[in-house]
């Protein structure tokens, strides 16, 4: 039922349906702000949450879809990128990048598209779930359809 869903997810939503990807957006009775929350309110693995997680580098955002069972080694991933540091975004950065709140961004349904990166590991799973713009929604979507939808390069990112 797209009339009760947030505006942000709203937003999401269109831009999944653009995509192609025909999973619905899932409201939740209960914030799933985090992996663990997530996995537990889906009855699925963690590692199958792609987190959406915003860096600063280089004077513009970043966008990591990463597994919800991994950390970011941020000093790696700017290594392997070849930026000279990734740090974590501020509340009101995310939310400028986004136009989402911390704990409930989305991969998609941005102001504009972010450069983004991909977990490489988050493609041993059949389906995965991303946050659909609010801490309450989420949406299933294949890893080859995350790679298209952001646009993102995979690497590692632990």
């Keep these: 039922m797209t009339e009760h869903l947030h505006p942000r997810s709203r937003l999401v939503l269109d831009a999944i349906r653009a995509a192609g ?18 996995a537990a309110a889906l009855g699925v693995e963690v590692g199958a949450i792609a987190n959406s997680l915003v860096f600063w580098s280089d004077d513009e955002p970043l966008l990591v879809m990463t597994s919800g069972a991994h950390r970011v080694d941020t000093d790696a991933l700017a290594a392997r990128l070849g930026r000279d540091r990734i740090v974590r975004a501020t509340a009101e950065q995310v939310r400028a990048a986004t136009g989402q709140a911390i704990g409930g961004v989305a991969p998609a349904g941005h102001p504009s598209r972010l450069t983004t990166i991909v977990d490489a590991d988050l493609a041993a799973f059949d389906e995965i779930w991303a946050a659909g713009g609010t801490p309450h929604t989420v949406f299933p979507m294949t890893y080859d359809q995350l790679v298209a939808l952001t646009g993102g390069t995979v690497t590692k990112v632990d």
């Design 21 to 38: 990807i025909q999973g619905d957006i899932v409201v939740l009775p209960d914030a799933a702000s985090t992996a663990p929350l997530a």
